[in-house]
């Protein structure tokens, strides 16, 4: 699949978009949305709270190893019993080893599994057996695979059971609660998704999210979104071709409270950055501008992180999306601009940082567009960032002020310069910016630097530039990279300081 190019000024083939979704699934597994999730309260009307209250965080996990061990053996003699009363004992007894599974910060998962239980769950999870009975079950297979790896792995016996009691004939809260344990599970690795894919889990949970509304929905976006998340493309697309996914997407993005809106915009994350076709349909679908209206509007950090990321993967995708969405002059583009500006004022560094690489696709096509954000209020802050904002920022800026300099350009030639704006942002102090990331020791920020160096000497007026990158201590920092490792590096560097710094250098 070829990517756009996304830093246009150094005609670097930029393959962040489907990398950035590997990459954003690993932080939202550690920060703001878990790809793995406890489930503590109950679902629908089958919570027991008061069971539950007296959980116990600080309780020795050896006494609850014990008593875990002592539950799952419960369980097999209630499952072996046949007697009056059978069905109330198999509850109870689950409700027991659920409660010690929900109890701690660190359930007692690997004692559990030690104990033999999950063929006991299997078996709990068979059709015919009461609601509750499957509710319960589905609630321990929830909290197992919301522990280690290969604790995870451990529901591969469970998942055609779990998946198939995601159909019609099931009631609401089992089916939440099975499509709550398969999220766990496809957020662990590609293995596992593979495994959920080839037992056809992705139809009954795309169609779980088409309804309007309800926690059920909630549930099954966010376990789509584990489920797409790649490395390989062909999960997403395949999602998107499934009638009344992409009518359901523009719904909840319009109509939905913040939380499912959320779930639903990780979704549009995964199929913008892996799927072209998904890119295609949800441009075509007035994604792009409900997206818009979502960022303007809303203050809240685990909505605008994804809405964030969903814009600048779609305006990456094709050549053309930028130029027909974002179209200069357009209210939508504007409102875009607007959002986005307040994004970089934002006090949350993610904020900023996502902000920027959208800003930065953005400039990486029309000459409209640069325009656009060189006469927005996004120029001052870009300028402030570069200079102040950690460096993580500071490089997704780079891009951003970068790609506003140059003309896009076919081929591997040296792009063309934009010379009011190139001489605009030196005026306004960003080189010193740029010498700091030739200075470091990221390979990707070094080329960014080196590569606006160029731009700055080969395109200032009056032949400027070199004195410009020489008063900055631009040829001290050029110069480290004269016996580099690499390869392309050393040769960039050098051949600047060669054309620009050779033995006529200041004697005019």
Known sequence: MQERKKDAFGNVAAQRRRQSAVTVGKERREALVRAKRLCRAGIGGYDDTELDSSMMLDEEQSVLEAQTSTAVEGLKTAIAYQGKGAVHKRIAALQELRRLLSRSEFPPIEAALKAGVMPVLVQCLSFGSPDEQLLEAAWCLTNIAAGKPEETKSLLPALPLLIAHLGDKSSSPVAEQCTWALGNVGGEDEELRNVLLSQGALLPLARMMLPDKGSTVRTAAWALSNLIKGPNPRAATELIRIDGVLDAIVRHLRKADEELATEVAWVVVYLSALSNLGTSMMVKGNVVQLLVERLASSDSLQLLIPVLRSLGNLVAGEGQ????VLVAGNEVTGHAIAALVKCLKSEHRVLKKESA??????????????????????????????????????????????????????????????????????????????VELVRSADVEAA??????????????PNNEGPKLVEMEDGIEALERFQFHENEELRFMANTLVDTYFGEDYGLE
């Open 447 to 460: 080329r960014l630097g080196i590569q606006f160096l160029e731009l700055v000497m080969r395109g200032m």
């Open 321 to 324: 999306t930028t130029s027909s």
């Open 357 to 434: 690489w959208v800003l930065s696709n953005i400039a990486a096509g029309s000459i409209e567009h640069k325009k656009l954000i060189y006469y927005s209020e996004a120029v001052p802050v870009l300028l402030h960032l570069l200079s102040t904002a950690p460096f993580d920022i500071r490089k997704e800026v780079a891009y951003v002020l970068g790609n506003l300099c140059v003309a896009v350009t076919e081929g591997s030639g040296k792009p063309a310069l934009i010379v009011e704006h190139l001489v605009s942002l030196v005026g306004g102090g960003c080189l010193s910016g740029f």
